[in-house]
């Protein structure tokens, strides 16, 4: 059997990681300034994050949703400390677009309503409620138009309140920084009042933090620098470092129904072991912190380098956009093969850098000495 060929991919074999670094299968080190798309956290084959995962192995890794799991609980009071939400309840899932699926679905059983408001670069998963609310028709099918989605640009917020004064919008979602869409922040007085006219309207207010999400931006969520309190939060990606897994937060003022809602893998014993040490590891090596440390003084070396061709520098901690007037294929190209180094990407322009939240001065300066030299081909 072959592969089912949706992915464009790059001639590299990653074989093992450590740190802030991956291995190719000759041994060839690259500094990891991707995080395999954001998801590695605390650090590749973190000594906890192992000694969790054969502990939790060796006792059990599944068991259905059909008896009682205090990882669940555990992970769900933890989470709740460490993110400040603990008031709110926590529904654990597989992935980013699940997440996001099951969100909205909960805005709609309870509003009893299905138009949805979204932001025209967002990115908010594949699968069908979720693709639907990411305006790329490349990647929507014809089945995939379920519901209405109205799509406004970020900071629109007069068109927004307008559609919302119909009376048939169930949710508006929004990612705390766009990050396929290329790193775009809303501020904070968007943020302001699209909390306020969704809480007069009774909309639900959903919070996609799946990449934004998790310390990378500075803050335990990104949404935190503008002071507002979603009612919903989707979590994904850096919850338990590359094992699949996902969550849903939901505020106390949504009463759970048993069989709403369902999953037979999402809260599996072994991905809550995993999920609670990363809270552990994270707040125990003050990751979140580090993460705002490191992106500040990237942020600065990056402004203060002469970029030929940069359009726009954007980002918060280690979530960093580097917008070129021209596409960066070539530049990534050189980071890759030439300077080992990984890095993300968005559109064709954008160099998305989201390295794990573990990474030092050292690292920093690695990456942008390897940058420097990249633009020069
Ligand atoms: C903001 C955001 N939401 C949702 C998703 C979908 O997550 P997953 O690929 O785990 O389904 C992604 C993935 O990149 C994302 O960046």
């Known amino acids: 059997m072959k592969l089912f060929d949706v992915y464009p991919l790059f001639d590299v074999t990653i074989d093992h990681g450590k740190g802030c670094y991956v291995y190719d299968e000759k041994g060839q080190e690259y500094l990891d300034f991707y995080g395999g798309h954001a998801v590695i956290s605390i650090g590749h084959s973190h000594p906890r994050y192992l000694q969790t995962m054969q502990e939790q192995a060796a006792k059990l890794c599944f068991y259905s949703n059909a008896v009682k799991n ?54 908010h998963g594949r699968t069908s409620a979720a693709v639907n609310v990411t305006q790329n028709p490349k990647i929507q099918a014809p089945i995939n138009s379920t519901f209405p989605v109205e799509f406004f640009e970020l900071g629109d917020i007069d068109g927004i309140k307008a559609s919302i004064a119909k009376g048939d919008v169930a949710a508006v979602i929004i990612e705390g920084i766009s990050g396929v869409g290329g790193i775009h922040i809303p501020t904070t007085e968007f943020m302001q009042q699209l909390r306020k006219v969704t809480e007069e309207n009774n909309v639900v207010l959903i919070l996609d933090e799946i990449q934004s999400g998790y310390g990378r931006s500075g803050k335990f969520f990104a949404h935190q620098y503008t002071g507002i309190r979603p009612d919903i939060i989707t979590v994904a990606k850096g919850i338990a470092n590359g094992y699949p897994f996902a969550g849903v937060l939901i505020s106390p003022k949504f009463t759970p129904v048993y069989g709403q809602l369902g999953t037979t893998f999402g809260g599996n014993h072994l991905g809550c072991a995993l999920a609670c040490t990363v809270l552990d590891v994270i707040q125990d090596e003050k990751l979140v912190e580090n993460a705002a440390k490191q992106g500040e003084y990237l942020m600065q070396q990056l ?57 030092g001065q050292k690292e920093c300066d690695l990456f942008l000495e390897r940058f420097e030299k990249s633009l020069k081909g």
């Open 70 to 123: 205090p990882l669940q609980v555990k992970l769900a009071e933890k989470l709740g400390k460490v993110s400040g939400y603990d008031d709110y309840q926590l529904f654990l899932i597989n992935s980013g677009a699940e997440a996001n699926e099951n969100a909205l679905k909960l805005a709609s059983f309870y509003t009893g309503k299905k138009k949805v408001i979204a932001f025209s670069h967002a990115f």
């Open 303 to 359: 402004k203060s380098m002469s970029i030929p061709g940069l359009k726009e520098l954007r980002g918060r901690g280690l979530m960093i956009g580097i917008e070129f007037d021209y596409p960066y294929k070539e530049v990534r190209n050189r980071l890759i093969y030439d300077q080992h180094v990984f890095t993300g990407a968005a559109g064709t322009n954008v160099l998305r850098i989201l390295p794990p939240l573990c990474i």
